[in-house]
């Protein structure tokens, strides 16, 4: 099948593939609604990914009813219109998804579904990939071992290189030095290189998201950024060095700072990113500054690949009250990553 011809064709556009998230939350109304936002017709052409009948059953939950070209496998996707195209993967059956659950089908299908919207990518024929929350209970039961996004990505594109997960808003960017392993790990997992291959990354993916010369601030670990040593050594033995030595290659890099406040001082002083030194040092800080509009972008990939700082939402499945905003801005920062690979060439 190809698109409908009588459908202008945007090939000035990137092509993003959207993948449908966990089918128990709100991942299937977030898809309906962003198939039918304007502000993202308008930045992006959409391949949607997943089974129709758990879009149909989530754009009824939102009250909608986005027009849609089929495609199929061998559909050209260049020549796709603005009119959000849908990929059927026939993947999962509405009487199958117990809503408010994590289930191994629910993993299944958002596994599928990504992996097939990163081969997509892959195979250069897609710009960038998004995708709406998956449960990470649900993806573990049917991944086993599966950690985050960014290693399932990594094994399913054979990527060996340095990716990490940044959470973006308009104000500020945070990014971490450790991520998805337990809070009694994070001090032992604190070294210079890691935070120096931290602070290159990231400066590396502000770059490409159009800052020509990123400024960076660093979090402490400890209270009071230690207090000169009175409440933990880390900043003395292991922030400070990585500091200096990331200055002299060059990055425009300053702290470290107490932890408490130093995104009131990024925002202030307009640092583009702050490096926390792990998971909910950043994350409590950024989903109280912007909730409703936070973006997770995995960084270093091949591609971009984007998706809203938010998760499932399974005590709101089914309502039609999920707010959009944040999966919108998950959209728009891809479109917009993916136009300045364009530009450069990559
Ligand atoms: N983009 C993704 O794939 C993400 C997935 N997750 C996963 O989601 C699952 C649930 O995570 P939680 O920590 O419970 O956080 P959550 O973000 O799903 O829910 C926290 C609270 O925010 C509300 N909420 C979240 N998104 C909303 C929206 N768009 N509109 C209105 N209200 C909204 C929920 O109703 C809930 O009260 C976990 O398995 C987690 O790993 C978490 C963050 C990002
Ligand atoms: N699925 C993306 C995701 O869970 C990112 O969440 P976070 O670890 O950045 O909070």
Not at 51 to 61: C, K, L, Y
Not at 185 to 191: C, E, P
Request: glycine fraction near 8%; proline fraction near 7%.
């Amino acid at each position: 099948m190809t698109p409908s011809s009588s459908r202008k064709a945007a090939p000035e556009l990137p092509i993003i593939a959207l993948a449908m998230g966990d089918p128990a939350g709100i991942s299937p109304e977030l898809t309906a609604r962003l198939a039918a936002d304007e502000t993202v017709k308008r930045a992006a052409r959409l391949v949607i990914i997943g089974d129709r009948r758990i879009f149909d059953e989530g754009a009824r939950t939102a009250g909608l009813s986005p027009t849609l070209d089929a495609i199929d496998e061998q559909s050209p996707l260049a020549d796709l219109a603005s009119t959000p195209a849908f990929l059927d993967l026939a993947n999962l059956a509405p009487e199958d998804v117990d809503p408010g659950e994590a289930t191994p089908a629910g993993g299944e299908f958002a596994s599928a579904n990504f992996r097939h919207a990163l081969a997509l990518a892959h195979d250069g024929r897609v710009d960038a990939v998004c995708f709406t929350p998956f449960n990470k209970k649900a993806m573990r039961y049917a991944n086993p071992g599966y950690d985050d996004e960014i290693r399932f990505v990594a094994d399913a594109i054979g990527f060996d290189g340095k990716a990490r997960e940044f959470n973006i808003l308009e104000s500020v960017w945070n990014a971490r030095v450790t991520s998805h392993i337990p809070l009694k790990d994070v001090a032992a997992a604190l070294s210079p290189e890691s935070i120096i291959d931290e602070l290159t990354l990231t400066h590396r993916c502000l770059q490409q998201a159009g800052h020509d010369r990123p400024r960076i601030a660093v979090a402490g670990l400890n209270p009071h950024a230690g207090d000169g040593g009175s409440f933990g050594m880390e900043e003395i033995d292991i922030i400070e060095p990585a500091i200096r030595r990331a200055r002299e290659q060059g990055l425009e890099v300053e702290g470290p700072f107490p932890a408490d406040t130093v995104f009131l001082r990024a925002v202030k002083e307009g640092f583009h990113a702050v490096l926390t030194m792990y998971h909910d040092q950043g994350q409590i800080a950024m989903k109280m500054m912007g909730f409703d509009s936070g973006v997770t972008m995995l960084g270093g990939l091949p591609f971009p690949v984007c998706t809203p700082a938010h998760g499932t939402a399974y005590d709101i499945a089914g309502r039609g009250i999920a707010d959009l905003g944040a999966s919108r801005q998950a959209l728009l920062l891809a479109a917009r990553m993916a136009d300045q690979a364009r530009k450069a060439g990559v």
